[in-house]
């Protein structure tokens, strides 16, 4: 089955810099890779998502970009701010399997004012 | 929260007694999921559903059996809980088809003494 790593396992970062976090995954099938953000005490909330046709994708401050290739995909934060401190996790699916979602391990973010 | 309410939110039980985990879903989506999170291993998913009395086994499905009578709800059972089975769950629901993303809940976290 499909396996995930995320790298690194924690992140701190001063207000203002970029933040990177990086997935790599094995099954070359996959060919959906959301993000999500988990806030203390609540559920995992989808940020941004691409699909295997996509180079790269962004959201105001958030990106992500996907090298097919290579198997790894990319969150960049950038310009961060006190309530991007969370845990992100990646993830990766294959759509036409029920969309099972096989997640990275988590990178914890804090961000230092 | 994509109207998904899990009950209980917390238990705490003992080795060997049966406990059930409920996810009602509000808007009649035909896929769900329940995943568990632990530290270091992201969220990995337990059984899914694709309708009604249709269901199938994720990567950890071992010790847990799941039923979907109705549309809404989605029932996870432990029939003897184990140490092992300490953890957080989340219910996730897909909102659409193909490679839609995966709406989560808030979570039950579930302690096995």
């Known amino acids: 089955g499909e396996n995930v790593e995320q790298h690194p396992s924690t992140l701190s970062v001063q207000e203002g810099d970029s933040a990177v976090i990086k997935c790599t995954y094995s099954?070359?099938?996959?060919?959906?890779f959301p993000w999500y953000k988990q806030e203390l005490g609540k559920g995992p909330q989808l940020i941004i998502d691409?699909?295997?046709?996509?180079g790269e994708k962004k959201d105001q401050r958030i990106a992500v970009t996907l090298n097919k290739t290579a198997k790894h995909f990319s969150l960049h934060i950038t310009e961060t701010q006190p309530e991007d401190s969370a845990v992100y996790f990646c993830?990766?699916?294959?759509?036409?399997?029920?969309?099972?979602?096989?997640f990275g391990g988590g990178t914890r973010v804090l961000v230092k004012p | 929260d994509a109207g998904i309410t899990q009950s209980p939110r917390h238990k705490v039980t003992e080795t060997g007694t049966p406990v059930t985990l409920r996810c009602h879903q509000t808007?009649?989506?035909?896929?769900m999921y329940w995943y568990r999170q632990d530290p270091g291993h992201g969220l990995r998913l337990i059984h899914y559903?694709?309708?009604?009395?249709?269901?199938d086994k994720g990567e950890v499905s071992d010790g847990y059996s799941v039923s979907r009578s109705k549309t809404e709800d989605f029932l996870l059972t432990l029939e003897s809980a184990t140490s092992s089975q300490t953890s957080v769950y989340f219910c996730?629901?897909?909102?659409?088809?193909?490679?839609?993303?995966?709406?989560f809940g808030n979570g039950t976290r579930l302690t096995v003494t």
């Open positions: 559903s694709y309708g009604v009395k249709d269901t």
């Open positions: 993830a990766a699916s294959i759509t036409a399997a029920g969309n099972k979602l096989t």
């Open positions: 691409i699909r295997s046709n996509v």
């Open positions: 808007e009649n989506h035909r896929y």
């Open positions: 996730a629901i897909r909102t659409g088809e193909g490679g839609s993303p995966l709406h």
């Open positions: 099954d070359s099938a996959s060919n959906y």
